[in-house]
């Protein structure tokens, strides 16, 4: 055995493992904190830190001190060429990963608070002004205010309604409101935020045997309800059946991700929707015009990144 065989092996080691695989990934571009790592993995400092550790003995990442805080990087143009070509074979395999994908998009998300900070420091008017708006306002004043565009005359499905927040925003903006939930406890507390509500309509049922006439719905909204859903090409057709011609379905999910924990922690039964398929049961139900947009991470969310998907049914 030479000499540089445990060096290579100790190499070899230190990328074998997934989260600290993903952290190379995510350092080879860009310098980050072990806060800004902690927001872009989802992971508690103690482990980000752990890993750090362990890739730096290795020559992996290094470090370097800024203030008070230390910033961590790959630095690639130091690697040897044994490792350079170590790293291009993991980071393929890596890459591939749903994890790796909502690693850069909440990485996005971090670069963007980070310019906001440095617009901050030259223009501190300026760029106060989202942290007092949220301050004055909330976080989400930007997007329940662009339910104003929604037509008043809409009657509007909130297909899983569970406690009835989706309906309770939408009522002001529409017509009416039919919200059908299958659970019983959900649709007591839906019931009870929606009592002084007069055009919204509560209804226990299930998705794929959807309690509505077919073509009552100018639209209808799923929003974080598919990935419960045993048959979602179902549930999608039942909606598609009630929308009226023309009529809208936008479903909001989370991306495809590998958080095997929530299937017994929260019972859901779907891991994330990839574009593909959620396009093709949405074809398979009669609609058309299907888009699936991504949508940009909450930095302080700790779940998976979202989309929101739409599609309408012909006018024929």
Not at 227 to 255: I, N, S
């Amino acid at each position: 055995m030479s000499a540089s065989a445990p060096a290579i092996f100790d190499r070899m080691s230190a990328l074998a493992d997934a989260t600290r695989s993903r952290l190379l990934l995510v350092l080879e571009r860009h310098e980050l904190t072990v806060g800004e790592l902690c927001q872009v993995l989802q992971l508690p400092q103690s482990t980000v830190s752990r890993h750090l550790k362990l890739l730096g003995d290795e020559g992996w990442v290094s470090a370097r001190a800024e203030g008070t805080s230390r910033r961590y990087r790959m630095p690639a143009d130091r690697l040897d060429a044994d490792a350079r070509q170590l790293w291009q074979l993991v980071r393929r395999e890596v890459a591939g990963l749903a994890g790796a994908a909502q690693d850069a998009e909440r990485l996005r998300s971090v670069l963007a608070q980070r310019s906001t900070r440095s617009r901050e420091f030259f223009s501190s008017a300026a760029g106060e002004w989202d942290r007092l708006r949220a301050d004055l306002f909330g976080r989400r004043a930007d997007l329940l205010g662009l339910l104003g565009l929604v037509d008043e005359a809409w009657t509007v499905g909130d297909l899983g309604c569970g406690t009835g927040q989706m309906a309770a925003s939408l009522a002001p903006f529409v017509a009416r409101v039919i919200a059908v939930d299958g659970s019983p406890a959900m649709l007591e507390a839906a019931r009870a935020r929606l009592a002084g509500t007069p055009n919204v309509e509560v209804r226990e049922g299930e998705l794929e045997s959807l309690p509505i006439d077919s073509g009552t719905l100018d639209a209808a909204v799923a929003f974080l309800v598919l990935h419960y859903v045993a048959e979602p090409a179902d549930a999608l057709a039942q909606a598609a059946r009630a929308l009226k011609p023309g009529g809208r379905l936008l479903v909001v999910d989370m991306m495809p991700h590998d958080r095997e924990e929530y299937r017994q922690a929260m019972g859901h039964v779907w891991q994330g929707f990839e574009a593909e398929r959620l396009g093709g049961w949405m074809a398979d139900a009669g609609l058309t015009a299907f888009r699936y947009v991504p949508l940009p991470p909450d930095p302080a969310a700790k779940g998976p990144t979202l989309f929101a998907a739409s599609a309408r049914r012909g006018s024929a």
